[in-house]
Each structure stands twice: as structure tokens, then as C-alpha cells.
């Protein structure tokens, strides 16, 4: 084995014709970095590296440092409103739920969906908990563009019986990498283990779903996402945009908090005469001596700590706010001056400062909305002191019903489509998001109004 090391970064070779790097201390600002990256294969992707070594596999890395999943949670949850607005995208996108339904088309040759009932495949559907795991689907589809879920099929074939998909499981996106299989050669097959430090004993690889074959395997692992450009195997988040103004807005609740906490020690300049430290060694000595103890400079600073800390109990802190302080001089005569305790307030442009950090969380509210795709309106923000008007509403809902759901409704219910096709060939009915349309009160009957219901 080889090492060379520059600095904090360095390099290893193992002696197996791979090389890996190092980086002491190295961050960059997600709180976690993997530092060992194996760049046998040369080349970079779309994210960093094509691929790393874990647990001696190598998988193809989901974000620079392989933990996007994780980056968007941390981000999210310290931004007031981030899980707040995802929720609501998720409940927009959900409606009334997945419904059986046949493609029609009606007399002016238009193309609708006839909502059907059939109980046998709505109880088979029950028994593999799909409403559960569809909607666990759907959270990761609305945070990071894509899910993962397992196929998992009965045990007949391996007797020579009928081949059924069992069940259609969910796998949160952090356990989830592609292996990686070779230059230019698409993946078949997946890790699964707790990214982005797996234990290698409880690690496993499983194959990749095959649409052409679903029965082939016992246990497979479909993805299935909304292609991002320019990103080869896995899709980013829409908001991908907004990381940074995310990262500032989720900074401005703690930074103000500790400014509260801290701003009158850093508001008031204190000035306090010599005299009053030299008259307190002094006593300080007398007392050393009459101890019968040396007496030592450090018990004159100890003094020092102790009455500017009472000093300042009594000036920091919101229970002390309005409080006012009363201060004496008086003339020196041997140093020709007055000397006294003498507090100078600092002008630390509170105002301008705090009316600085809300006009910046301001402008990571608006940018973090358009990043999610969604409208103002539905997300409850009030942007500029203004909340949507129930017309506004309205009008945004209708937009993102006919402009943003037809495609995440396709991809979230693929896997339960496949799901139907195998258990039931040649069925006609497929599975979608069923949403109810939502009328201006004027066009509906008085009787039926939500003011008349409330």
C-alpha cells in the first residue's frame, strides 16, 4: 500500500490497481462528507464521482458526497415552511386517492377516465397494503423526483406453479444505490442498506426490476422517477435551484435567537476607572496577608470576572430590558481628571440589520416556492403581506391540476400497474389518482355551498 499526502489531502493506493483520496477535516456544509472515493475508471458524472467503493461494491454515488436524500431532509427541516409546503404538495397531487379505472372516450371523441369498481383486484390490493405504500411513494416522488419500491413475488414458480407479484413494498431513497456495472453499461442491480454509512452486515444487493420480464426474480428493485436533464441514473429535486436561499432562511430563526440572547453585550461600550481596580488589589492584598498567603495577579483578574459578570447580569437578558443604570464620577485630583463608570450605547443598526434578514428569508420564501412548483397561493405563504384570494386559489388549483399532475400520476402508479398486468393478464382496467373537481362557489347550488355546510 501507498500513501501520499499533501496537507489535509492525500492519496492511497492499495495495491490492486485502485486509487482512493482523502480529505482531513474537509466540509461542504451538509455536516458530512464521505472522504474516500474510488476513481478507478477515471471520469466524473453528473453528480462527482461515477462510481465509490462500499463494502467493497462499487455503487454509483446519489449526490456529490452520495447523501442528496439526506442534504434535502436537513434542508427542508430547518426551513420553517419546507415540510409544510411539500405536505401540501403531496395532498394535492394524492386527491381522493388511487381509484380502478377504464380508458373511455365520450361523443364529442374526447378522452376520459370511466372510474370502475371491481372488488376481487381492491382486495388484493388492500392485502398488499397499497395505500400505504403508495403514498410513502408519493413523498419521495414529490421530494426528490423519484422512489424506489420492492417487487416481491409468491413462491409457485419454484414448483412449477403460476408466477404472482405479491406485494409492492416502498424503500425510503436514503437505503437505496445503483451498483455500478462498467463503463457505458446501464445498472442491474441495487444496494439497499442504511446510506450513507452502511454496515456491510446488513447490507444487500438486489437485482433491478425487469418491466419485460416481472417475474424473473423473487425479489427485485424497481425506481421509477421523472427524468432531471442531464442526470444519467438518478433524478435531483425541481428546487435544486433554491439549496442556497434554503440554507439562508433556514438560518435566520437560530441567528436572530442568539442576537436576542447576546445583543446587549455587544450593544454598550463600559468604561470603568482605574482607581476602582486599583483601590479593590488593595483590599485584595490585605486580605492575602492577613491570610498569610503570597498574594498573586491572577487573584486581581478572578475579581475582574466576577464583577463584570454580576455587571452584566444586570444588563442582559429580556427580563432586564428597560431597566436603567446610575453611575457616579468624581475629580481625581492627582491625575487631574474625572474618572467614573462610564456606558456608551453602540448603534448597531438593529433595525436595519433584522428588516435586512427578513427581506433575505423573504426572498428564500418566494424562491423556495417557485423551486417546488408550486403557487403561492396554494402553499399558504404570505408573500408581501398578501394571502391568495379564494378566486386566486382557485385559479392555481386548476392550473397545477391540469399542468403538474399528469406526469407524477403516471409514474407513481407504474408499479402497481404492473402490479394489476401480472396478476391478471389482459385485465383492461388500469390504477390512477382520483381528484375531485372544484367549482367557484358562484356555479354551485346554494344548498350545497361550504357556507351552508360549515
Known amino acids: 500500500m501507498n500513501i501520499r499526502r499533501c496537507g489535509n489531502f492525500g492519496f492511497v493506493e492499495n495495491g490492486a490497481g485502485e486509487v482512493y483520496t482523502f480529505s482531513i477535516g474537509a466540509s461542504t456544509g451538509s455536516g458530512w462528507t464521505p472522504t474516500s472515493y474510488m476513481l478507478r475508471g477515471g471520469g466524473l458524472c453528473s453528480f462527482g464521482y461515477k462510481y465509490m467503493s462500499v463494502n467493497g461494491t462499487p455503487v454509483i454515488p446519489f449526490g456529490v458526497d452520495n447523501d442528496l436524500p439526506g442534504h434535502v431532509s436537513r434542508l427542508l427541516e430547518k426551513f420553517y415552511a419546507g415540510e409544510g409546503i411539500m405536505g401540501k404538495k403531496a395532498g394535492l397531487q394524492w386527491g381522493e386517492g388511487p381509484r380502478l379505472y377504464r380508458d373511455a372516450v365520450d361523443l364529442n371523441n374526447l378522452y376520459y377516465r370511466h372510474w370502475a369498481i371491481d372488488d376481487a383486484i381492491t382486495a388484493e390490493l388492500k392485502v398488499a397494503d397499497y395505500l400505504t405504500q403508495m403514498h410513502r411513494c408519493l413523498i419521495d416522488l414529490c421530494h426528490l423526483e423519484g422512489f424506489w419500491v420492492m417487487f416481491i413475488r409468491n413462491r409457485g414458480p419454484r414448483i412449477g406453479g403460476a408466477g404472482r407479484l405479491v406485494k409492492v413494498e416502498h424503500i425510503p431513497a436514503r437505503k437505496c444505490r445503483f451498483v455500478w456495472e462498467g463503463e457505458n453499461v446501464p445498472p442491474t442491480r441495487v444496494m439497499v442498506g442504511d446510506f450513507p454509512s452502511p454496515d456491510a452486515s446488513t447490507s444487500r444487493i438486489y437485482p433491478l426490476f425487469d418491466p419485460s420480464n416481472p417475474l424473473k426474480h423473487p425479489v427485485s428493485i424497481g425506481y421509477f422517477n421523472i427524468y432531471s436533464y442531464n442526470h444519467d441514473h ?80 444586570q444588563m442582559s437578558g429580556k427580563e432586564n430590558a428597560g431597566k436603567f443604570l446610575h453611575t457616579s464620577r468624581f475629580y481625581n485630583e492627582v491625575a487631574s481628571d474625572f474618572e467614573g463608570w462610564k456606558i456608551t450605547p453602540i448603534d448597531n443598526k438593529v433595525k436595519e440589520y433584522i428588516e435586512a434578514q427578513v427581506a433575505i428569508c423573504k426572498k428564500a420564501e418566494a424562491a423556495a416556492t417557485s423551486g417546488f412548483g408550486l403557487d403561492p397561493s396554494l402553499s399558504n405563504l404570505i408573500l408581501d403581506t398578501k394571502l391568495g384570494s379564494g378566486s386566486e386559489k382557485l385559479y392555481a388549483l386548476k392550473v397545477y391540476n391540469a399542468t403538474e399532475t399528469s406526469v407524477a400520476d403516471m409514474v407513481l402508479c407504474k408499479p402497481w400497474q404492473y402490479f394489476l398486468e401480472v396478476n391478471h393478464p389482459g385485465t383492461d382496467l388500469k390504477i390512477g389518482l382520483y381528484r375531485t373537481v372544484v367549482e367557484a362557489e358562484k356555479n354551485v347550488n346554494p344548498e350545497n355551498r361550504i357556507k351552508a355546510n360549515a
Open 234 to 313: 438518478y433524478s435531483v429535486p425541481r428546487f435544486i435551484g433554491a439549496f442556497d436561499w434554503l440554507e439562508l432562511a433556514g438560518t435566520l430563526a437560530p441567528l436572530l435567537s442568539t442576537y436576542n440572547a447576546n445583543a446587549s453585550a455587544i450593544s454598550k461600550h463600559i468604561e470603568s476607572p482605574q482607581s476602582y481596580w486599583d483601590k479593590a488589589e488593595e483590599k485584595i492584598k490585605d486580605a492575602c496577608q492577613r491570610r498569610g498567603i503570597p498574594y498573586k495577579s491572577k487573584y486581581l483578574e478572578d475579581y475582574k470576572d466576577e464583577a463584570m459578570e454580576k455587571f452584566a447580569t
